[in-house]
């Protein structure tokens, strides 16, 4: 069965200070990789996503994540996080074609402190 | 104005009381979902649907049901069989196979 696992449940940084959450996921095939961020009293929106090609992917507010095949890894990064960028952050995976169902992590709290 | 819509925000239900859960979407999507947020266990799968009067078990389909009568909907009955019903409900839509899902902004279920 699919998993994703969240090294980290919450994450505290000051601003200015670089960001990794990692994910790792369970699956043998072609997976989509995701990264959803839930903003306080917000919608779970998409942050990046990952289908093929270039496994550096670039997303929204500065976010990137990079998918390395050979770790089942899908990191998301931000060089210098903000205090609006507290929020929680999961990475999801589906396997790839057809309506397979997206398998989420348990989520990383990130706070930022001005 | 295109999206997601989940009425209500905030619901309360009585112990032993079935409770309907709204989710409508204007955006023309095949593809519906249900997931149930809790603290610590990210997002759970319900039930889904792929297309009208179809639809499928998730992982905890358990004291859930839905129906797919129309494109656009897709309600949730939590009924008095699901033994810890209090948690975040979220509805999610898909246009296709290879699409991203948007999500609704959730229904807080509560059960006194």
């Known amino acids: 069965a699919q998993s994703v696992s969240q090294h980290n449940h919450h994450v505290i940084l000051s601003e200015a200070a670089s960001l990794e959450l990692g994910c790792n996921y369970s699956?043998?095939?072609?997976?989509?990789l995701f990264w959803y961020v839930q903003y306080p009293g917000q919608h779970l929106q998409l942050l990046l996503k990952y289908f093929s090609g270039d496994p550096l992917v670039k997303g929204i507010k500065g976010f990137e994540a990079e998918f390395i095949k050979s770790k089942f890894s899908f990191n998301l990064r931000k060089p210098s996080v903000q205090w609006s960028d507290t929020a929680e952050y999961f990475c999801?995976?589906?396997?790839?074609?057809?309506?397979?169902?997206?398998?989420f992590g348990a989520g990383t709290r990130l706070a930022v402190h001005p | 104005d295109g999206g997601i819509t989940q009425s209500p925000k905030y619901l309360f239900r009585k112990e032993g009381q079935n409770v309907t859960l709204s989710c409508e979407q204007n955006?023309?999507?095949?593809?519906m979902y249900w997931y149930r947020q809790d603290p610590g266990q990210g997002l759970r799968l319900i039930y889904y649907s792929q297309i009208v009067n179809d639809f499928q078990k998730g992982d905890i389909a358990e004291g859930y049901s839905v129906s797919r009568e129309k494109k656009e909907s897709f309600p949730l009955t939590v009924t008095s069989a699901q033994k810890n019903p209090t948690a975040f409900y979220l509805c999610a839509s898909r246009a296709g196979p290879q699409e991203t899902q948007y999500f609704g902004p959730g229904t807080r279920l509560l059960v006194l």
């Open positions: 999801a995976v589906n396997a790839a074609g057809g309506y397979n169902k997206l398998i």
């Open positions: 699956y043998g095939g072609t997976v989509n």
């Open positions: 955006l023309n999507h095949d593809a």
